[in-house]
């Protein structure tokens, strides 16, 4: 029953998100804010956990494969496609549930706890516009581009792993790049991305805006915001693999 | 003018405000007094709709906010400004950033009479000079003057405050009675105010209103105080020897006055 309040209010919210802007330009200030604080603030754990998850994949891949009627080059093709359609899209989402996600909601939470909300709505702002909807374009815009960029990382990694501890050589390595390359792997990697981007920025969000209570409260649902939203994304994660797959 | 009819107001089975009337004149400070917790927040949250009452009417000017469409009630909000109890400052803007964000929003004036109007405002609560420091950085009256500045700096027709003085020294406190005063009536606006400040009620109440648990118990203005017959509000306003003696003396006074 809880649960059904809660989704209603959830898809009110997204509902009450569509009006025109009070004055555009201040959209568009508080749109390219939002693009810096989700973009580059995620950058740096982004780019890191790429290059690990590379680099880690080619040493595993590696190992479990002991059979000698496997060719080397194999390695970099299962890089390339676990990077692409899995490891990019869906642990950087995860991750960054918790880096953009928790912001987002606590951000919103201590902006109704202090009022602030209110006093936006009481200027005659519609603040789930003002608020909310700057957000999530800007999440739409920049988390795809930055698991694009997490993919590039990721297998940049792994050649470089391979290298590093000797186990193919980067030529090796550049030609199982190019065999059997899927470009429909990379239009799967991107509707998980666009999905996700989604549910972080949405799902955050509506656990700032509806906070009530105190400073407790808070952190709180920024926590069940990170729950949720790594779920949703576990769970839309397998729905894609199973209908496009 | 703000007329509140009937108004019920009710937070999960505990009712809050009961069946509440009364009238907000223009031109003039209405002040709602009474003692911590009596519903004086919630009244003024429902007037200015952000909480919806269960029942009754509010109008402004006779227009009927709760029944406003939502384009109607956005076109009000910019005629009201509010000061909130704890003030309600955007903490990641500086005091400037703060008082300029309704210019910045609502109108098209260039960037140098923006600033020549957030200067203005500064000014009149006493702050010159406070641009650019964030509200983390200021004291708790100084937060109460920033969001007084703020809410004024549209020249809204109506203006509501809650506790505009709780927090402040005797001087600060008497400074922006005074403000609110004057622009009330230079400006002719409908300001209400939430206090239990004695000093504010008898330097500025050209109408008073007394709730008690929820219930407008006595309306008047400051003058007729002193000879309200009402005990709650006679008990609740001269809680104070000092109270008491100024009473007195007001008493004596006036009837020499008489004589
Ligand atoms: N959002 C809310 N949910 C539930 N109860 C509330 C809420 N806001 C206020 N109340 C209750 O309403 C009553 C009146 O509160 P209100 O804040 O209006 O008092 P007040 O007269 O403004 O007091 P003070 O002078 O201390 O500010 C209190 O008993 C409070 O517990
Ligand atoms: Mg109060």
């Not at chain 2, 027709?157 to 809650?162: G, W």
């Not at chain 2, 219930?215 to 006679?234: I, R, V």
Request: aromatic content about 8%.
């Amino acid at each position: 029953m809880k649960f059904f309040t809660k989704f209603g209010e959830y898809l009110l919210m997204l509902k009450g998100m569509f009006s025109r802007p009070e004055n555009p330009k201040m959209y568009w200030k508080e749109f390219m804010h939002q693009c810096v604080e989700i973009g580059i603030g995620s950058l740096p754990i982004v780019i890191i956990i790429s290059l690990f998850l590379g680099g880690v994949t080619t040493v595993q891949t590696a190992y479990q494969l002991v059979s000698p009627l496997v060719a080397p080059s194999t390695i970099a093709q299962i890089v390339r496609d676990s990077m692409i359609l899995e490891l990019s899209p869906t642990v950087v989402s995860i991750v960054l549930a918790g880096v953009i996600g928790s912001k987002i909601a606590s951000e919103l939470g201590n902006m109704r706890i202090s009022e602030q909300i209110d006093a936006l709505e009481i200027m005659g702002i519609n603040t789930k516009a003002y608020l909310i909807m700057p957000k999530i374009v800007a999440a739409l815009l920049m988390i795809p581009l930055l698991i694009a960029l997490s993919a590039i990382l990721g297998i940049w990694g792994g050649r470089m792993a391979g290298d590093l501890s000797g186990i193919l050589a980067t030529d090796i390595f550049d030609i199982g790049l190019r065999q059997n390359f899927s470009p429909y792997n990379v239009f799967v990697s991107l509707v998980k991305a666009y999905i996700f981007a989604f549910v972080i920025s949405s799902v955050s969000s509506y656990y700032g805006y509806f906070v009530t209570g105190g400073a407790l409260e808070i952190g709180r649902s920024s926590t069940t915001s990170v729950v949720v939203s790594c779920i949703l994304i576990l769970v839309c994660d397998f729905a894609v693999a199973a209908l496009l797959l | 003018m703000i007329e509140i009819k009937n108004l019920k107001k009710s937070f999960a089975e505990k009712t809050i405000l009961h069946d509440v009337s009364l009238t907000m004149d223009t031109g003039k400070c209405n002040l709602i007094i009474g003692s911590s917790g009596s519903g004086k927040t919630v009244l003024m949250k429902c007037l200015v709709g952000l909480f919806a009452p269960d029942n009754g009417s509010i109008l402004y000017d006779d227009l009927d906010m709760i029944s406003m469409s939502v384009p109607e009630r956005k076109e009000l909000r910019q005629k009201i400004g509010m000061l909130f109890q704890g003030s309600a400052l955007f903490d990641s803007m500086t005091v400037e950033q703060n008082i300029k964000f309704p210019l910045d929003m609502f109108t098209n004036i260039r960037h140098r009479e923006k600033m020549k109007k957030v200067n203005e405002v500064l000014d009149r609560v006493n702050l010159k000079g406070a641009n650019n420091k964030f509200p983390s950085e200021i004291s708790g009256g100084m937060k109460k003057r920033v969001g007084i500045a703020r809410s004024i700096v549209l020249n809204p027709k109506y203006l509501f405050c809650d506790e505009p003085n709780s927090g402040l020294d005797p001087q600060t406190s008497l400074l922006i009675d005074e403000l609110i005063h004057d622009i009330t009536h230079e400006y002719n606006m409908t300001t209400v105010i939430n206090t239990h400040d004695m000093n504010s009620v008898m330097g500025m109440g050209d109408k008073v209103i007394y709730m008690y648990m929820g219930q407008k118990q006595w309306e008047g203005n400051n003058k007729e105080l002193f000879y309200a017959k009402d005990e709650k509000l006679a008990e609740f306003i001269f809680a104070t020897d000092f109270m008491r003696e100024a009473k007195e003396l007001h008493l004596q006074h006036g009837n020499k006055e008489q004589v």
